[in-house]
């Protein structure tokens, strides 16, 4: 397994924040004892949860999605109700602030944020006001390197894979990142918004299709298709490749 070099890796680095989810409990009277947390999984280390647990006596229910898109569209669906806590990427709280969705974290419950880098907390618009930071990371290539004869050096080494590889890529089910990273393969910036690059880039992915085995998020954990051969290249996080 091959975690690829920089000129891959460096693509976007991600921003992700814990968000308190103000509609979840309108009512305060009685003292809470589950707290429903809308997250990726394995994200949380269980040891963590467990002494949370026995310190507060609140239970924590996790539920899980598979992208950020998967998310937001969990969240309008419920409107924003039925969650205490959200992993979120920091583009995304702008989004859910406006809708009233987020509430104000209170600084004086939360003193190691003083050990937290302010240029993370600054980075993204409103995120200072309704979040914490709680990692970043990078976008890359994961790719057999036993099965995969040729060496992966660029995104469009993904985009238009070898037709021995047809069937056997993966890719993430993310607009935002499928986009950035067609238009970095491009040579654009990842955040263009001219119509004839984005077109441009639309048209890379659909030719891309008929290759991709699953937009589905893959990781290397047991039963993972990248591990099993199924997949061989794929479009990943760098949490999902180490």
């Known amino acids: 397994?091959?975690?690829?070099?920089?000129?891959?890796?460096?693509?976007?680095?991600?921003?992700?924040?814990?968000?308190?989810?103000?509609?979840?409990?309108?009512?305060?009277a009685a003292e809470p004892t589950e707290l429903v947390f809308l997250t990726w999984s394995d994200y949380m280390d269980p040891d963590i949860l467990e002494a949370f647990e026995q310190r507060t006596g609140i239970q924590v229910k996790q539920t899980y999605f598979e992208s950020d898109a998967a998310r937001d569209e969990l969240l309008v669906g419920t409107g924003g109700r039925g969650f205490d806590v959200v992993l979120v990427d920091g583009t995304s709280i702008r989004i859910?602030?406006?809708?009233?969705?987020?509430?104000?974290?209170?600084?004086?419950?939360?003193?190691?944020l003083r050990y937290v880098d302010p240029h993370w907390r600054a980075v993204h618009e409103e995120a200072e006001v309704y979040s914490v930071p709680y990692l970043w990371g990078t976008l890359g290539i994961a790719y057999r390197k036993d099965l995969v004869s040729a060496p992966v050096s660029s995104w469009m080494d993904l985009l238009q894979p070898a037709p021995e590889l047809h069937g056997k890529v993966a890719m993430i089910s993310d607009t935002r990142d499928l986009i950035g990273?067609?238009?970095?393969?491009?040579?654009?910036?990842?955040?263009?918004?001219?119509?004839?690059?984005?077109?441009?880039a639309e048209a890379l992915l659909q030719a891309q299709a008929p290759a991709v085995k699953t937009y589905n998020y893959v990781s290397r954990g047991d039963g993972s298709a990248l591990v099993n051969g199924q997949v061989v290249m794929s479009m990943i996080y760098n949490g999902g490749a180490l």
């Open 1 to 28: 397994m091959n975690k690829n070099k920089a000129s891959i890796s460096n693509y976007k680095v991600l921003w992700v924040a814990f968000v308190l989810i103000a509609v979840s409990s309108p009512l305060r």
């Open 96 to 112: 859910l602030a406006k809708r009233g969705w987020l509430e104000p974290i209170d600084e004086t419950d939360i003193p190691n």
């Open 181 to 200: 990273m067609a238009l970095k393969a491009l040579g654009y910036s990842l955040n263009s918004t001219d119509p004839q690059e984005l077109k441009e």
